[in-house]
């Protein structure tokens, strides 16, 4: 399972990236799950992040979900029309 952090806006999207993909790739089996429920402050930038995470995972022919995801970025997702990109577990 892969763990947002708290914040994640376009400060630290790169880093946030980098760590989130290195855990990824460090990860087993088919299944990944990015964990957005610590999530209180973040803008569009956490999309582009979990969209190149579910690049990655798709790359290493894994399937991806987000699980605990804040309303507000799930209606980031909505209107930029990404929301059907990313597998929503509540």
Do not use: I
Request: hydrophobic share 45%.
């Amino acid at each position: 399972m892969l763990t947002l952090p708290t914040v994640l806006t376009h400060a630290e999207a790169r880093s946030g990236l980098a760590d989130l993909c290195q855990a990824l790739r460090a990860s087993t089996g088919d299944e990944v799950v990015a964990d957005a429920g610590k999530l209180e402050r973040f803008d569009s930038s956490a999309l582009a992040v979990l969209l190149a995470c579910r690049r990655e995972a798709l790359m290493l022919n894994r399937s991806f979900a987000v699980r605990r995801c804040p309303p507000k970025l799930r209606r980031l997702a909505g209107l930029y029309g990404v929301e059907s990109l990313l597998g929503w577990v509540d």
